[in-house]
Structures are given as C-alpha cells and as structure tokens.
C-alpha cells in the first residue's frame, strides 16, 4: 500500500516560529524521517501563518474594578470514558472489479474525472494509477529519459467506519493540486471529500487519536525553502453522511512529516505533536519547542506550547505566566525565580533586536540564534525582577500561603521600593496588595486593582512583551498582570 506523503521533499508550533512544542516513535507508516525541505520556489515572507497569540492592542482608558475582564476557561483533562464508539455503519457497495477495462486517462493536469469513471467501469486502482504514470511518462518522455516522474500517491482505508475502504488520493504539486477521499455508494464511486491546496504539497496522516472507532485525517498544507518550513494544519472526521472539521488553522513553522501521534499523559486518547523551529522571516529571538493538540470531548485544542528552557530574561518570565495561567503553579514559580536569580540568563532590547536584524541581513541565515552583542540595557533586571516577586506573591495568595505571600511583597518592597525603574512595578503590587487586604482577602478586588494600574500606567507593559520581543511573544495587555479571577 503506497503511503499518501505528498511530495515529501523534506521535513511545528507550531508551533512555528511565533508559536510553541515533542518527540516520539512515529505509530503509523505514513510518518517518515526528518529532512529540510528544499521547494523548486522560495515562498514570499508569511507573517500572517505564524502560530502567535491574537495581538490586541492596549487601551489607555483605565479599566474599573467592576469590569474585570475574563479570561480564557481551559478544558480540563479529558475523561476517555465518556467516548462513544461509534457503530459501524451498513457496509457499501461498490462497482464489480473487471480484468478487461479500457483506462482512457489523457487529461495529465485533471486526471480524477477519468479515474473515477475508471473506477465505476470495474478497473482496481492500482491498475489505473500504473496506467496513468506510464502514460504520462510515455506522453512527456516519448525518448525515455525521463527527468520528472509523476507520482500519484493514495491510500487504501476505511475511513467512514462502513466496513469498506475508502480510497483517498492526493496529487503532486506539478500537476493535480487537490486531494479527494472516494467512496461507494449503491454500487458505484462518488467523491466524498475534495480540497484544493494553496501551498506545494498536501499531506494526509489517517489516525484515531480520538479513538470513537472512526479514523480522523490529519491534514498538512505544507510550503518551504531550504531555510525553512512551515504547514497549515486541520483535522477531518466522518460523520453519518459528510466530514467535519476537528481543527482548523493551526500553522507552523516546522515540516509536516514530523506530525507524530501517540498518547502522551496516559488518558487513552492520543494526542497530536510535532517539534517546531524558526525560519527565515521570523523576528528574533525564537526557540525551538513542542506544539501539542489534545481531544477535549468535541474537537482538538492546542495546548501551551512547549518551549525549549529560556535564554532571556523575559521568556523565563513569559513561560512562568503561561504555566499561571494553565494551573501548573510550581513550575511557574521556579520560572519566576529564574528570572530573578539567574545570572546567566541573557538580556534583550530593541536595540538587541534591531542590531540582531542587522546581524543576519549582513552574515545571511546562520547568524540566527546568535544575537548580536550590543550594550546591556540597565532598566530590564530591576523591571522584570519586581515584576516577577508580584507574580510570585499572586501564586501564593491563589494557595492560601497568605505568609508567604507577604513575605514576596516585602522583599519586593525592601529590594527596589527606592529603584527608579523597578518602582512602577512596585506601584502594581501595592496597589493590588491595598485592595486584596481592604476586600477581605478578595482576590478579584487585588486583580481589578493591579489591572486597572497597569491600564492607567501602559508603558510598564512594553519590557515584558511587545514587538521588540520577538515573533514568538506574547504582546502584553493590561489583563495579563492579573489571571486570577
């Protein structure tokens, strides 16, 4: 059975150069080894397929403490025992295989109106795929020397659970830039699903991650350079008559065939990763990482990109928010910690970045990852230090370690109350720690406290993500300096 990778030439965030992401033996055939890709054209500059967070631009009108925005609800571990398998349905019937079929396939650049007729006249289709390449060997290399081979790569599979295969073809970029699943219906073939591809290839990977008995395809629109690759990721299902979206535009920065599926925290349903990088249009500093989708009961969500351990001093304190904010409190508190004690983690400014920039535009692609030298920027230690003793303090308070908590406030006080950068940072806190203990301990008074200050104060924003950060930053808003509400 011929593997459905479509012109796989070479080989997540996505998660993605502006995105986040694992690595495992692959659990189907379909999978194949990692590889660059290299394209026949190098694509224009995507920014908009980058797996980033929605980019919502702060507001300078203060926000009052009875308009608390909410934030996202994340679904919690999903329980496999409420999966319903799904009940096979009648199986179909297809046309009567015959030996003596004339297979008339001329048409090189729509070769599926003549493959489904094929098909329905009783031709197998392995014979008709043989057929095809010949002849299309034979119509643009009558001499024999033959520098381009089409290709048609399909797969034989059961995919609407009727007991019948499914035959699903994809094309090859040069020429039939599609894919269709085929399936029978009272006797004869009819095209159960059909899509157009806008990259170079189209990938499908047929799994059950969600294991209801159905078989999903994960499909990977995928396009790159030898600097470079990047996929735009979905995930169809079968449902009674139709397929239906699971996910959709996911996109990475990493190449499809290092999608690999397998159940990761022992829940009995799979889940769906890939390792991502950067590539050459994205803006420094990246890391590369581990995109995650996960079943929640309805659909696949991403889940909190996984990155490789910070190299700055902000990523240690982005991580640390972003672990917060998914309730995994003891590792955000050992990020925050980094961030404060960590002599070796770097330092980063807009002038790094832009004299980065430089850096690569005149040292071309391998100067990524080695940031220019440039001067320290004195102002980002004591910001992002306070900024993490008040993240530190809010953790506690969220597990009732009311003395610890204010332990965290003193020394943020006692270290830079007098720090002329660090003291806007010191205002927050106050601010919340005032309104939490005039609330009687209220969580949700100290938070509209701190957010409306940081409303009201927008620049102490910028140092702890903003467009100098990178493309795989967070762009900070006034409701990020307080989740817990």
């Keep these: 059975m011929k593997q459905i990778v479509m012109g796989l030439l070479g080989g997540i965030l996505l998660l993605t150069s502006c995105g986040q992401t694992i690595s495992a033996t692959p659990t189907t055939s379909i999978l194949a080894s990692e590889t660059n890709i290299v394209s026949k054209t190098a694509p224009a500059p995507l920014p908009s397929k980058t797996p980033r967070e929605p980019r919502n631009e702060p507001t300078s009108t203060p926000l009052p403490p009875t308009a608390l925005p909410t934030i996202p609800t994340f679904t919690p571990t999903f329980d496999v025992s409420t999966i319903v398998t799904v009940t096979p349905a009648p199986k179909a019937k297809c046309p009567t295989i015959k030996n003596d079929v004339n297979i008339n396939l001329s048409n090189f650049d729509d070769y599926y109106p003549e493959l489904v007729t094929a098909l329905n006249q009783g031709a197998l289709i392995e014979v008709i795929i043989d057929t095809f390449e010949k002849k299309f060997d034979q119509h643009y290399y009558p001499d024999g020397n033959i520098s381009f081979h089409e290709k048609i790569n399909y797969e034989i599979i059961d995919v609407t659970n009727d007991g019948t295969p499914e035959i699903i073809l994809a094309g090859n970029a040069a020429t039939q830039q599609k894919a269709i699943i085929l399936g029978c219906t009272e006797g004869k073939y009819k095209i159960l699903f059909s899509r ?262 927008l620049e102490i924003l910028t140092p702890l993500g903003s467009d100098y950060h990178g493309s795989q930053s967070h762009i900070y808003v006034p409701a990020d300096v307080c989740p817990f509400r």
């Design 196 to 457: 157009k591809y806008v990259e170079e290839y189209m990938h499908l990977l047929p799994v059950d991650a969600n294991q209801n008995g159905i078989t999903e395809i994960i499909i990977g629109d995928e396009s790159g350079t030898s600097t470079g690759a990047w996929f735009e990721l979905s995930i169809i299902e079968w449902h009674i008559d139709s397929f239906q979206e699971l996910l959709t535009n996911v996109y990475s920065s990493s190449a499809f065939r290092s999608v690999q599926v397998k159940d990761l925290d022992n829940d009995k349903t799979k889940e769906i990763y890939w390792r991502f990088g950067a590539y050459i249009f994205s803006i420094p500093p990246w890391r590369r990482g581990t995109a995650i989708l996960k079943w929640n009961g309805n659909e696949f969500i991403l889940m909190p990109l996984n990155y490789e351990p910070a190299q700055y001093r902000f990523q240690a304190i982005q991580d640390g928010d972003t672990a917060t904010l998914y309730g995994n409190f003891d590792a955000a508190l050992k990020l925050y910690q980094e961030a404060i004690f960590n002599g070796k983690l770097e330092w980063w400014s807009s002038q790094r970045q832009n004299d980065t920039m430089f850096k690569i535009g005149h040292e071309g692609f391998s100067a990524v990852g080695t940031p220019a030298l440039g001067n320290q920027d004195p102002t980002e230690y004591p910001r992002l230090a306070v900024y993490a003793y008040y993240r530190i303090m809010l953790l506690h308070i969220a597990q009732g370690h009311e003395s610890d908590a204010g332990t965290a406030y003193k020394t943020l006080q006692q270290k830079f109350g007098n720090d002329q950068y660090g003291q806007p940072y010191v205002q927050m806190a106050t601010a919340f720690w005032d309104a939490y203990q005039q609330s009687t301990h209220k969580m949700y008074d100290g938070c509209a406290a701190a957010i409306q200050y940081a409303a009201a104060h």
